[in-house]
């Protein structure tokens, strides 16, 4: 058996609520600048920090520039931020349309024969019980033996999506899956607006013309375009592809990652839910891009992400209203421009740049709020603790390039995989060479044959996702020796029986309750001691 370590090697960490410190915060006042999703989910992380009501937190908008309005997937990690507020999915899910994300369904990335489609999951404790004959079989079947080697099968989270199951399973049946969620972003804002005031966040209309510096370079005030000033001690830039604080007024440099991540514009356009409500995000390569398919409990989101390299924005509406569907429709389509890259400093000076304004790795992998979430986290770590100082903000800057590259680096391993030739978009990013020495190592291992664990573990590659994710990846895209040169296994390369891994996944997707019931009736999560045993 190869070495796998277990695949349920990651936890939920929320940061308790209710730690509380007598001291003063080393800065009174907080301006976020910026009411999208992460303008208030850093000022709600700010209000419930250990200082409570002693440190100042305001959220400034603009009535003027609307929010962006699309991010509808998360990752599982949005679980800790709602239990560490304590506040439940029966809550926060009916008021933003929400619905349970067991995983990402790749359609039509790979050609390969048997390949055209695979399941990203999120990693389910049962999943320990099939992982290793399935990491078995991936590499009799790189080594040349024609084995099952394809995910899907092997995962319980993947029958739960096909199969519109919920992933919360019924209380008697001790096993949790790693879940996340797809939900409306405009209420998401609202509702996490709705909180943050309730924690006493002042929460002010105003558009800012004018960002004012101390003659250090520090942040002094906002000049707001009705006359009036709004100062403050720190200043945390939430405005969006804007970057308003952290990049025109301090002139923080852009990192593009243009080179090797194509996709610069997105087309969004709902479509009626209808059927069963899959567990699942879908994401379908078309010709210049991929279209996601987001079931929400009242309507499916849809987009088209793509390159404005490659294709016209005309062109791409047609295709995706081909994709879906609607060409003849007059539900009309929203054109967004996508800065993809991030900011060479997210904290600069008195100003720390939290959502799109830091950076933004194409939606592929849904990761935007995690990194909303994780950022949030560290500068309220960083306030709890008092360290504002330049060591603080070089550590801070050198976690946040790490964690961009790492999650890059697996969103460019889906465009270097894919074995589409229809289209020079297609093969430019196949063909693409721009890879960093961390990926090159991932799929130079894979080729030669050599499991990914022990240089995932150790950290010499591929780091920010578990060995999972990149099994799922590789196996999934069909990365294996052409059908026509594999051979019959022996009897020990044939010895894990898919009729037993089939039977215990599907016996385990039957403890799942059906997706819409289980909408319909969302029991209590956060005191729930017997998943919480399992989950930290
Ligand atoms: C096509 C696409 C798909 C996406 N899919 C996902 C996904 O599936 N999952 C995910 O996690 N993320 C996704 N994202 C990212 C996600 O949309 C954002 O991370 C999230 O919405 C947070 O946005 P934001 O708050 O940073 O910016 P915005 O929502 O753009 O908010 C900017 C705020 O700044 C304010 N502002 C701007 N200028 C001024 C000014 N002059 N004065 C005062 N205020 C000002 C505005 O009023 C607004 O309140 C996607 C993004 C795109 C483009």
């Known amino acids: 058996m190869h070495d796998t370590a277990t695949v349920f090697n990651q936890h939920i960490a929320p940061r308790p609520l209710g730690g509380s410190t007598e001291a003063q915060p080393p800065v009174r006042h907080v301006c976020v600048v910026g009411g999208g999703t992460a303008g ?198 939430c405005t969006g592809f804007a970057s308003l604080l952290i990049g025109k007024a301090l002139l923080t440099p852009f990192i593009p990652y243009a080179e090797n991540l194509f996709n610069d514009a997105a087309i969004a356009m709902p479509t009626p839910l209808e059927g069963p409500i899959e567990s699942q995000t879908v994401s379908t390569a078309l010709r210049f891009g991929w279209a996601w398919k987001i079931p929400l409990t009242n309507r499916c989101g849809n987009g088209y992400v793509y390159s404005s390299a490659h294709c016209s924005a005309d062109e791409a509406e047609t295709e995706l209203r081909r994709h879906l569907g609607m060409l003849d429709s007059d539900v009309s389509a929203r054109h967004l421009k996508m800065r993809v890259g991030r900011m060479a400093k997210q904290w600069h000076r008195n100003c720390v740049a939290v959502g799109l304004s830091q950076g933004f790795i194409e939606p592929l992998e849904a990761t935007a709020l995690l990194f909303v979430q994780r950022t949030a986290a560290m500068l309220v770590e960083a306030l709890e603790n008092g360290e504002l100082g330049p060591a603080m903000q070089d550590k801070f800057n050198e976690t946040m390039r790490i964690r961009f590259e790492n999650t890059r680096d697996y969103i460019v391993a889906h465009y270097k995989t894919n074995s589409r030739t229809d289209t020079d978009y297609w093969r430019a990013n196949a063909e693409n060479m721009n890879l960093s020495a961390s990926l090159q190592q991932v799929l130079t ?92």
């Open 445 to 536: 291992t894979w080729m030669s044959r050599k499991p990914l664990a022990a240089g995932l573990k150790s950290g010499r590659f591929g780091q920010g996702y578990p060995i999972v994710s990149w099994y799922a990846l590789l196996a999934g895209m069909g990365v294996f020796p052409d059908a026509a040169d594999l051979q019959p296994p022996t009897a020990h390369q044939a010895r894990h029986r898919m009729d037993t891994v089939d039977d215990f996944v599907q016996r385990s997707a039957l403890n799942f309750p059906d997706h819409r019931e289980l909408l319909a009736n969302i029991p209590p999560r956060v005191g729930d001691k017997s998943l919480q045993l399992y989950l930290w």
């Open 40 to 237: 208030w989910m850093t000022a709600l992380m700010l209000a419930t920090s250990a200082y409570g009501l002693r440190l100042k937190v305001t959220v400034l908008e603009s009535p003027q520039v609307g929010i962006i309005g699309v991010g509808e997937g998360s990752t599982p990690w949005l679980r800790g931020f709602f239990d560490g507020l304590g506040i439940e999915e029966s809550e926060w899910m009916p008021a933003c349309n929400a619905t349970f994300k067991s995983g990402i369904t790749f359609q039509d990335w790979s050609t390969k024969p048997g390949f055209e489609r695979y399941f990203h999951p999120f990693a389910s404790m049962l999943d320990n019980m099939t992982m290793h004959q399935f990491v078995d079989n991936v590499h009799e079947r790189l080594d040349g033996a024609d084995v099952h080697a394809h995910p899907d099968r092997f995962f319980v989270a993947a029958t739960l999506a096909r199969q519109a199951r919920g992933p919360r399973p019924a209380r008697t049946f001790p096993f949790d899956v790693w879940y996340g969620y797809h939900f409306d972003a405009t209420l998401l804002g609202q509702f996490l607006g709705r909180k943050a005031v309730e924690h006493g966040v002042r929460h002010l209309q105003g558009h800012v013309t004018q960002v004012l510096l101390k003659e250090g370079g520090d942040i002094d005030r906002l000049q707001l375009d009705d006359g009036d000033t709004l100062a403050a001690d720190f200043f945390v830039d």
